[in-house]
């Protein structure tokens, strides 16, 4: 069990209506890179509120490192960085002087502090302009001294909640470099996304969360797997008939067919050898195909199989 | 320490708000130049004092001399020295002072505890005799006054003893009239003297009656102390600069308060509660940092009012009362206030109604001072927290001990109560 980062067993969390999170479990071995994927709402902010303390389970446990969050809350933060969802900094005083307030609010004093702010700034990048006023700060910036926050007192545990969300590319190859960095440290990793590139890119295993659940838990191959080697294919369509999607179902190859508002997704066997049949079909339907996209498998893919919808909309 | 931390994070970025300190120090001091100008003309050469006009009940009780005899004056003769002061004071000399009307000793007084009427005179039996006999005569005479109001009743009553003064010195004299009332307490300023001056010396001029009497004006000296000249301004700046001060205290209070959901709804407060870090911790912090802003406010405004304005607040120690009073309970129903609101979005409303009705109502003795329902503001104000520390200052300048304690003990009394009400209800949301 020590070799444990992060264990959560059963957690369930509901708001008024809405049950956000439904007796979820997972674990996390030490230096891991694992992510929580899965669409807007879904449940993951409120699954890592759990786990740092900041929301009371309606039952379930985590414990990080083996200390419990809801019986050694004190132990269980110490060891854990977040970077929240949302920019949670100062943004009427200097970056600088937000890392000294951080830094302190972890335990650190003097030396050992200066020196881990200074170390942080060359991390994120934001030496030169660590003491200006955070509100001036473009977004890019702002999120970058936001994960900076969660690296003062080098955790064992980080956890970052779309760390990447809304902001310049240069920001983000940063922040999922340093991601990656600080992996090869040895430090563990619960990601949050719901870009599935980066999910590919950066994790060992993933776990796929949709409407409060994990619905699929594993290495990127292996949830790939769960689709098997179907492709994905992508087609609009100028007109959307019962008649054409019928006709394109009782095709030899076609797996899944889920149709859209004009557009049809499917999940075929081999495209190279349906593709021509959908054509065929849908001459005869009088249905015109105005745009083909082909994707070899991908995580899109086994979340369109695993829910017949979309991880974007 | 994680509590000084966030106290001093908290001091930091406020005192490097323009806004927060344009309300704490900025309003307060413009406020108070604003609202003396406007109640007491500072500034003005031509400012005109009026004095007020005073109903004075006389009551005649004076039986003359056992030796019946004739009390002369201006050829006419009174059977009592009683009946002459009334003759006196019933001149024209005097009706821009006071209006005179005779009346029993019950009815006198009446009207005074009614407040219809400013002060009785009320004049032994044995006035005459006692003045014959020149013993101890002025304390026989007694002067039942409305404790309200203070100026225009010691007015007249320095010139009614100045006038039996003159019974026997044979002189009555400006400067007779200005050291009785300092005696009593009050010094007229240069403006004030002035204005009872010319009143006096042109009604003797033009009045043929009394061009006989042996009324002597004499102007006082011009080189009056300075103090003495800005008396009166002083009280109406030290009510003003006091009710200011402690309308932007609760102010102060409920905007460091304020900050805790300012914090929440930013996001920081949350990833403090992510940290190793107590929620008492946090917001002990807070709470501490809106204490520390206060005092720094109520300082300077203090120290400012004193060096800038010339006030004098009173005594040190009772000032250290009152003061830490103020300071504690500003704080603590800033929190009060804060626990209940549920987001910023409210706040509005708080500053809008709550503080500024309180605020108002609290300090509201400063704006009917000198007015008939101002006494009625003596007690009004306590229903809300600042009208004690209001009341605290007034009776810490005065000097009025029974009065200072009183008030500093019902301010943290609620303090302790807002301050248990607002971190329990704090405590419980973020729990
Ligand atoms: N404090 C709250 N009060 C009420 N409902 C909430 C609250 N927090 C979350 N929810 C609801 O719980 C569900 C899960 O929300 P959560 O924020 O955990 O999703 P998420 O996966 O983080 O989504 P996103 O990608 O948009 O951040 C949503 O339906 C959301 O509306
Ligand atoms: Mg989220």
New binding site residues.
Partial sequence: MNALAIRVQNLDKS??E?H??DDVSFEIHQGEIFSLL??????????IGMISGLLRPDAGQAWLMGHSILENPKKAKAILGIVP?EIALYDDISARANLNFWGKMYGLRGQALSERVAAVLKIIGLEDRQNSTVSKFSGGMQRRLNVGVALLHEPHVIIM??PTVGIDPQSRRKILDSVKQLSHQGVTILY?T?YMEEAQELSDRIAI?DN?KIIAIGTHQELINIVGELDRITLTINNETTKVIKAWKALDGVMKITPEDGTIHLLVKDSNQVLPHLFEAANQSNVRITSVDIQEPNLEAVFLHLTGRALRD | MKIIAIALKNLWRSFRSFFALAFMFGVPILMTVMFSFLFGGIGGDDSEFTIPVTHVMLVNQDRGTDLQIGFEMDKNTYSSMGLMLLEILQRDTYTEIMTLETAIETKARKMVDEQQAGLAVIIPEDFSSALLGQSNRTTQIEFYKDPELSLGPQIVQSIVMSVVDGFSSGSLTMSSVTSALQEKGVDLNYEEQMALIQDLSEEMENDPLNSGQNLNVIPPLAEQDAKNQSDSLQTILRSIMSGMMIFYAFFTGTAAAQSILQEDEKGTLPRLFISPTTTTTILNGKFLAGFTMIIVQVVVLLVFANLVFGIYWGATFPLLLASIGLVALANSFGIFIMSLVKGTKQAGIIYGAVLTFTGMLGISSVFVMGTPIEKAFNYLPLLVPQGWAMNAFTATWKGDWPQILIHTAGMMLLAILFFFLGNMRFKKRFN
């Fill in positions: 708001f008024d809405v956000a999170v899965g669409p807007n709402g879904a449940g993951k902010t409120t699954t969802q909640d779309e949050t719901h969360m409060g």
